[in-house]
């Protein structure tokens, strides 16, 4: 009997490496259970693309982009923005993606929407690329199922239309948290079930760390990201100015060294967080404060060597997190969006999370080491959340193959 050879499609090879974790995790569960796996990235990346290259595309984005030619008022009216990225679907992306899509989806014995928050209606055309995926699967009659995925918020009208097609010819679907089934359960057929399991990262494999920082201090380390980000994503944070939040950390780094500590300095690969993390660490020697910090992560081994390096991580990103937790590390989470104690309550996540009101606590620290003292306490829990996403993927799998 040959292999099996399923596909697992999502945002794979994405400058946040975050996504690839979970990639990892359900792959090697799978290749575990003798399945040969094909990544899908259904942003067209077939690898991860250097940093001179990542940078350019930056540039060309934010400062070359034909849509700067627009008047800024007109360039962003919701019609706009509308008409633009339907425009771009159709004339660029459904053509350049249809052929290469078919080509690996006739080559499998089946097809998984693997994990991440792709339920989601936004630019980024999710709702259209999954359904591409799943009419060329139905074309040739591969069974397709959606395992570990995010639901996100405001999906507008077309696109839970689309969504409510692509689930009603799921053979099998497991959410990541219960928030992300209940809203999926308000535009679906009610008779569709679906399944609630741990987000695939936690069940991601553990390996030695190569080396060690020379020191024999506890290391600390903070994942940043731009406040301008956190902000987009929090009103209550909209007071809040670029020195208030550089004094955030600092009052963390001068907690951290008097508990002993060494404060590092790292990000998740992408390269607004990166930029970021400069300002954060410049900011730091500038006051005295003694700190590493890490170069940016462009590959998932690199991020995943820095996360082993760290006993306990202040999280910003949401998978820096559960990838430290996935690690055995003690993690403290910092929450810009309500998909992260959504996730996170598998383990109870009010023990672990803060809110976005501790950038204005004076006694931040003494929240980050309760979070920390909690993290550990709830190490108890790791191997049976990772229990669970193994289950989930070997129930998908009956559906499947």
């Known amino acids: 009997m040959s292999k099996k050879r399923v596909i697992v499609a999502g945002e794979i090879f994405s400058s946040n490496l975050g996504d690839y974790a979970i990639f990892d995790s359900l792959s090697s569960i799978l290749i575990s259970k003798d399945i040969e796996v094909i990544p899908l990235d259904i942003s067209f990346r077939k690898e991860f693309i250097p940093k001179n290259n990542v940078e350019n595309s930056e540039v060309s984005l934010n400062k070359g982009s034909w849509k700067n030619l627009l008047p800024k008022k007109i360039k962003h009216t919701q019609f706009i923005q509308y008409f633009i990225t339907r425009l771009m679907w159709y004339l660029s992306i459904k053509p350049r993606s249809h052929q290469y899509w078919e080509e690996l989806i006739i080559s499998s014995d089946g097809v998984i929407i693997g994990g991440g928050q792709l339920i ?29 995925c995010g639901v996100g918020e405001n999906i507008g009208i077309q696109a839970k239309k689309t969504y409510k097609k692509i689930f009603n010819k799921a053979v099998y679907i497991s959410l ?43 290391i600390c380390g903070f994942n940043i990201m731009p406040l301008s980000f956190f902000k987009s994503f929090d009103a209550s944070l909209k007071d809040m100015d670029e020195a208030k939040y550089l004094g955030f950390w ?54 995943y060597e820095q996360i082993r390096k760290v006993d306990c991580l202040v999280a910003m990103r949401m998978h820096s997190g559960i990838i430290a937790k996935a690690f055995g590390k003690q993690v403290a989470v910092l929450v810009w969006d309500q998909k992260i104690p959504d996730v996170w309550n598998v383990f109870g996540s009010q023990e672990i999370i803060s809110d976005s009101s501790i950038f204005k606590n ?6 980050i080491e309760k979070k920390f003292h909690a993290s550990r306490n709830l190490s108890k829990c790791d191997s049976e959340v ?7 993927v070997d129930q998908c799998l009956k559906y499947m193959i």
């Open 120 to 148: 989601t209606d936004n630019n980024s055309f999710f709702s259209q690329k999954i359904y591409q995926i799943v009419k060329l699967a139905q074309k040739h009659d591969k069974p397709f199922t959606i395992l570990g």
């Open 176 to 218: 990541r948290d219960i928030e992300s089934a209940n809203k999926v359960r308000s535009f679906v057929d009610k008779e569709i079930s679906i399944n609630v399991n741990p987000d695939l990262a936690f069940a991601l494999n553990i390996e030695k760390t190569k080396e060690k920082l020379c020191t024999k201090k506890i």
């Open 250 to 303: 600092k009052k963390l780094a001068e907690g951290a060294i008097n508990a002993g500590m060494q404060v590092v300095i790292m990000t998740n690969g992408n390269l607004q967080d990166y930029q970021q993390a400069k300002v954060v660490y410049q900011m730091l020697r500038e006051n005295g404060i003694e700190a590493t910090l890490f170069d940016r992560a462009q590959r998932p081994s690199t991020l």
């Open 362 to 367: 004076d006694q931040a620290w003494l929240e």
């Open 386 to 392: 990772k229990i669970k996403v193994i289950e989930s």
